[in-house]
C-alpha cells in the first residue's frame, strides 16, 4: 500500500515547539495549498492542511522558519480518533511530515526576534549563485536531521510482508 503525500504552500502562522513525553520535538502547522483551477468567480482556492513535524525538523522549522514561508513537504497522511469531553467520536486527519524543505532562500526570508520580513523584490532577478548557495545549506541541514532508518528484510522472496 502506498500513503504518502507531497505539497507545496506557505505556512499560515510561525511554528511553535511543543515537546511529547517531555523530551521528543513537535510542531504542528498548516499549510496553505492553492488548488490547480480556479472557481466560478475566476479565484484559485486554497486549502488549509494540517501538519506535523518531529524531532529535528521541528528544531529546524522553528529555527528558521516564520509566518507565510514558501515549503516542500512530503510525507503521509495520517487520521487521528479520539472522543471528546462530550464522549462523541471526533478524527483529524493530518500529514505526518518525513522530509520538509525550505523553497526559499535566506534572502527572502529574514527572521528577526521582533517581526518576519518576506522580500519578494528579487523574484524577477533570479540569483544563480544564491540557488546554489540554497541547495547546500538545505543538504547540511537534511544530514542534521538523519531520517534515514535500516530496514531488515529477512524473507526469503525479500518481501517484507
Same mark, same amino acid.
Given at each position: 500500500?502506498?500513503?504518502?503525500?507531497?505539497?507545496?504552500?506557505?505556512?499560515?502562522? %510561525?511554528?511553535?515547539?511543543?515537546?511529547?513525553?517531555? %523530551?521528543?520535538?513537535?510542531?504542528?502547522?498548516?499549510?496553505?495549498?492553492?488548488?490547480n483551477f480556479s472557481n466560478?468567480?475566476?479565484?484559485?482556492?486554497?486549502?488549509?492542511?494540517?501538519?506535523?513535524?518531529?524531532?529535528?525538523?521541528?528544531?529546524n522549522l522553528v529555527k528558521?522558519?516564520?509566518?507565510?514561508?514558501?515549503?516542500?513537504?512530503?510525507?503521509?497522511?495520517?487520521?487521528?480518533?479520539?472522543?471528546?469531553?462530550? *464522549?462523541?467520536?471526533?478524527?483529524?486527519?493530518?500529514?505526518?511530515?518525513?522530509?520538509?524543505?525550505?523553497?526559499?532562500?535566506?534572502?527572502?526570508?529574514?527572521?528577526? %526576534?521582533?517581526?518576519?520580513?518576506?522580500?519578494?523584490?528579487?523574484?524577477? *532577478?533570479? %540569483?544563480?549563485?544564491?540557488?546554489?548557495?540554497?541547495?547546500?545549506? *538545505?543538504?547540511?541541514?537534511?544530514?542534521?536531521m538523519d531520517l534515514e532508518?535500516?530496514?531488515?528484510?529477512?524473507?526469503?522472496?525479500?518481501?517484507?510482508?
Amino acid at each position: 500500500m502506498i500513503n504518502k503525500v507531497i505539497l507545496v504552500g506557505r505556512i499560515t502562522k %510561525d511554528p511553535e515547539l511543543r515537546f511529547v513525553n517531555g %523530551d521528543i520535538p513537535l510542531v504542528r502547522f498548516s499549510l496553505a495549498v492553492d488548488r490547480n483551477f480556479s472557481n466560478s468567480s475566476g479565484e484559485k482556492e486554497t486549502d488549509f492542511i494540517r501538519c506535523v513535524v518531529w524531532r529535528k525538523q521541528a528544531e529546524n522549522l522553528v529555527k528558521y522558519i516564520s509566518k507565510g514561508a514558501l515549503l516542500g513537504i512530503e510525507g503521509s497522511i495520517r487520521i487521528n480518533s479520539f472522543e471528546n469531553e462530550h *464522549n462523541q467520536k471526533q478524527s483529524i486527519t493530518e500529514i505526518t511530515c518525513s522530509l520538509v524543505r525550505f523553497l526559499e532562500s535566506k534572502k527572502n526570508i529574514i527572521k528577526d %526576534d521582533n517581526r518576519d520580513f518576506h522580500n519578494n523584490d528579487n523574484k524577477k *532577478n533570479y %540569483d544563480f549563485q544564491s540557488q546554489n548557495k540554497e541547495q547546500i545549506q *538545505n543538504r547540511d541541514i537534511e544530514k542534521e536531521m538523519d531520517l534515514e532508518e535500516d530496514i531488515s528484510i529477512e524473507e526469503e522472496d525479500g518481501m517484507p510482508f
